[in-house]
């Protein structure tokens, strides 16, 4: 098993609410900044959200005000809480550093938003 574990992933409503949970085997505060990725088939993995050592965050325009990230270096865990999803959301999410690569991608949890 790589360094990276997602969870939370499943299938709801538009309208619905998810969480998702990465759980990193390292030291997460070593990274300047953490992310949420998506991706569905056929297409690149695209940044979704990322979340600074120093407290930033940036959102990709799809997803401000409805998503939010968190990030506990103590834990070593990252957070996506996701609101008012919609269908366009329905993709496979993964965490990793951002915006380089250092970790081994993880399987990744699936999210599905039926309309």
């Known amino acids: 098993q790589g360094p990276i574990l997602e969870s939370g992933g499943g299938s709801v409503q538009a309208g619905g609410s998810l969480r998702l949970s990465c759980t990193v085997a390292?030291?997460?505060?070593?990274?300047?900044?953490m992310g949420w990725y998506r991706q569905v088939p056929g297409k690149e993995r695209d940044l979704v959200a990322d979340?600074?050592?120093?407290?930033?965050?940036n959102y990709a325009d799809s997803v401000k005000g409805r998503f939010t990230i968190s990030r506990d270096d103590a834990k070593n865990t990252v957070h996506l809480q996701m609101n008012s999803l919609k269908p366009e959301d329905t993709a496979v999410y993964y965490c990793?550093?951002?915006?380089?690569?250092?970790?081994?991608w993880g399987q990744g949890t699936q999210v599905t938003v039926s309309s």
């Open positions: 990793n550093n951002s915006p380089n690569i250092f970790l081994t």
């Open positions: 390292r030291e997460i505060n070593r990274f300047k900044r």
């Open positions: 979340f600074g050592r120093d407290g930033s965050t």
